[in-house]
């Protein structure tokens, strides 16, 4: 059964940096694509990143040349570093997991981003 445990949210101020993990488990975690979604209040969730299992990385118009995503196929875990933050980063953010020929993602539970102006 696959898990995924997301850490590293918190409280920052404007222009700060984060970085969120996202751990696997109950899967060969190389073969994968993963990605970062985030959801802010009132609002939908989106997509903020992806990281092929090749390593190919793509990134939302508004995270771009903020955000990067990178994953440790070692530790089975995949991260989201996030520097010049801004109040409108502030939501919950949730690692996701697309094993290879499927639509289907495993979810994590969020961890919560709050950017104080």
């Known amino acids: 059964q696959v898990e995924l445990v997301e850490s590293g949210g918190g409280l920052v101020q404007a222009g700060g940096s984060l970085r969120l993990s996202c751990a696997a488990s109950?899967?060969?975690?190389?073969?994968?694509?993963m990605a970062w979604y985030r959801q802010a209040p009132g609002k939908q969730r989106v997509l903020v990143a992806t990281?092929?299992?090749?390593?190919?990385?793509n990134y939302s118009d508004s995270v771009k040349g903020r955000f990067t995503i990178s994953r440790d196929n070692a530790k089975n875990t995949v991260h989201l570093q996030m520097t010049s933050l801004k109040p409108e980063d502030t939501a919950v953010y949730y690692c996701?997991?697309?094993?290879?020929?499927?639509?289907?993602?495993?979810w994590g539970q969020g961890t919560q981003v709050t950017v104080s102006s």
């Open positions: 996701t997991l697309r094993p290879p020929f499927t639509m289907n993602d495993y």
């Open positions: 109950g899967t060969i975690f190389s073969i994968n694509t």
């Open positions: 990281i092929t299992s090749g390593g190919s990385t």
